[in-house]
Every structure is written in C-alpha cells, then in structure tokens.
Nanobody, 125 residues
Framework: EVQLQASGGGLVQAGGSLRLSCAAS????????IGWFRQAPGKEREGVSS????????YYADSVKGRFTISSDNAKNTVYLQMNSLKPEDTAVYYC??????????????????WGQGTLVTVSS
C-alpha cells in the first residue's frame, strides 16, 4: 500500500525558508512521480511542483518559480520541497501526492492516486 507522510510545515516570517519532506513507502522508488499541492482556506487545491523519476522532469507553478525547488533522495525514499523567499500568499496546507506515471498535466490533482495528510505552512507578514 502506498503511504505518504508530509512534514516540515510551520510558521515563518515573510522572506524566510522552509523545507517540506514527503516520506514515501509501498512502491518502487525508482519509478514514480511525486507532486506537491497546496490548499488555502476557501480556495481550490493548487499544483505547486512535481518531479518524475522516469525522465527527471520537474514542474513548477508560475507563482513559485525561482523560489521553490523540488528534489528527491531515492536512498531515503523522500521528496523535498525547498521553499525560499516565502510570501504570505504561500500560506496553505501542503500535500504530497503519488502517481505511478509521469503526469501529462502535473498540476492537476486527478493525475495522482495517493495523497499524504498535509502539513500547514503559515507565512506571516
């Protein structure tokens, strides 16, 4: 069974940094795609970033390009989201999600089959 555990959220001031982790198990960690999504109160879930082990491709939403970096450590079965220069509008619950193929539309939640429980990121102004 695929299981995802997101962690690393917290309270940070604007301009600060956080690193989120998505610890994964239950699948071969050399053939996957992991996406990071976020959902702010009253808003739809938004695709933030993704990484595919198949071709090494990455995706970033325009709103986070140049500030967020996604990476993976296959030895630890973990995908990271390094978030720098955080803004109050980055405040949301962040989720990681798994797909067993490289999504055609990595920002779309329907491309992913399993989801972690979410970790809250709060950026104060």
């Amino acid at each position: 069974e695929v299981q995802l555990q997101a962690s690393g959220g917290g309270l940070v001031q604007a301009g600060g940094s956080l690193r989120l982790s998505c610890a994964a198990s239950g699948f071969t960690f050399d053939d996957y795609a992991i996406g990071w999504f976020r959902q702010a109160p009253g808003k739809e879930r938004e695709g933030v970033s993704s990484i595919s082990s198949t071709d090494g491709s990455t995706y970033y939403a325009d709103s986070v390009k140049g500030r967020f970096t996604i990476s993976s450590d296959n030895a630890k079965n973990t995908v990271y989201l390094q978030m720098n220069s955080l803004k109050p509008e980055d405040t949301a619950v962040y989720y990681c999600a798994y797909s067993d193929y490289t999504p055609l539309r990595p920002s779309r939640p329907y491309e992913y089959d399993y989801w972690g429980q979410g970790t809250l990121v709060t950026v104060s102004s």
